[in-house]
Antibody, heavy 124, light 108 residues
Framework: EVQLVESGGDLVQPGGSLRLSCAAS????????MHWVRQAPGKGLEYVSA????????NYANSVKGRFTISRDNSKNTVFLQMGSLRAEDMAVYYC?????????????????WGQGTLVTVSS | SSELTQDPAVSVALGQTVRITCQGD??????ASWYQQKPGQAPVLVIY???NRPSGIPDRFSGSSSGNTASLTITGARAEDEADYYC???????????FGGGTKLTVL
């Protein structure tokens, strides 16, 4: 069974930093790209960042580019999101997610597996 | 355009059929997926690649697409279908994932 478990969410002051982790199990982690998606309180889903299976390709939403860094450790089945220069508008539940795959194909834009989320609160 | 537009709220009578739409230029090139999210829970994929249901999703959920509009149809809505629904696809200009703003479905 695919499991994604996020951790690291906390209360942080504006301008501060935080590192989120997402521990994966139940699948061959090194075969899959991983994604971070966030949801501000009472708001919709917002794509944050993605990293390829070997970590060689990364992309970021414009809203976090230059402040957040995604990385992964395939030996530990974990993906990270290093967040810096945090702003009030970064306050959200952060989910990690993986694409959905059938026996025959994978669908990169379809997130079939999600963690339970970790809450980042930015406040002084 | 990188935006996907959804109606903020839709209602349906119990047992009736409802269509939730998602509009955006990128949908002319890329297929949409749909997610159901209930309060306090992570999203659940209900439709992928325009019109495919993951295992475990009831067949009252279906998807379709025409031009720049993708649709999620629930045939015979149940009380447990009351939730927020989001579409997503690929942004044709940045190649990034993009989500719609979400539709709150109320089952009356």
């Amino acid at each position: 069974e695919v499991q994604l478990v996020e951790s690291g969410g906390d209360l942080v002051q504006p301008g501060g930093s935080l590192r989120l982790s997402c521990a994966a199990s139940g699948f061959t982690f090194s075969n899959y790209a991983m994604h971070w998606v966030r949801q501000a309180p009472g708001k919709g889903l917002e794509y944050v960042s993605a990293i390829s299976s070997n970590g060689g390709s990364k992309n970021y939403a414009n809203s976090v580019k230059g402040r957040f860094t995604i990385s992964r450790d395939n030996s530990k089945n974990t993906v990270f999101l290093q967040m810096g220069s945090l702003r009030a508008e970064d306050m959200a539940v952060y989910y990690c997610a993986r694409e959905y795959c059938t026996v025959n194909n994978c669908y990169p834009m379809a997130f079939g597996y999600w963690g339970q989320g970790t809450l980042v609160t930015v406040s002084s | 355009s990188s935006e996907l537009t959804q109606d903020p709220a839709v209602s349906v009578a119990l047992g009736q059929t409802v269509r939730i739409t998602c509009q955006g230029d990128s949908l002319r090139s890329y297929s949409a997926s749909w997610y159901q999210q209930k309060p306090g829970q992570a999203p659940v994929l209900v439709i992928y690649a325009e019109n495919n249901r993951p295992s475990g999703i009831p067949d009252r959920f279906s998807g379709s697409s025409s031009g720049n509009t993708a649709s999620l149809t629930i045939t015979g809505a149940r009380a447990e279908d009351e939730a927020d629904y989001y579409c997503n696809s690929r942004d044709s200009s940045t190649n990034h994932v993009v989500f719609g703003g979400g539709t709150k479905l109320t089952v009356l």
